[in-house]
């Protein structure tokens, strides 16, 4: 993952006030000569995500479970944070609500 955090700054906007000045905030950073690129989502990597579900398959049991996680990023989400894509299409301002999933397997692997 090309995730760097010694060069990302976030800042958790915690409740509806401080949500709904982010844009005026997202105004303020991009005119700083030192940030290339602000956005904004529900969570980012290393974040335990609370924004999730369990899914079991007919008949099977709680060894079987498949976990997704959601988040809800910004179109430049990905690009600002420096990650890749591995599968499916880039967000886009035009499709909404955006999501992000993650899946873990019952082996624990996580996968985008």
Known sequence: ???????QLIVPLQNQDAGAHFT?????????????SVTGGSSYPGLANINGMLFYGEGKTVHDVIEISLATPEADFLKTLGL???????????????R?????TDQGDRHP
Request: charged share 40%.
């Open 100 to 104: 992000l999933l993650r899946r873990t």
């Open 24 to 36: 005026a905030l997202k105004d303020e950073l991009t005119k700083l000569p030192a940030v290339r």
């Open 1 to 7: 993952m090309a995730f760097k955090k010694d060069q």
């Open 84 to 98: 890749t894509l591995l599968r499916g299409r880039e967000f886009s301002r035009a499709l909404r609500p955006l």
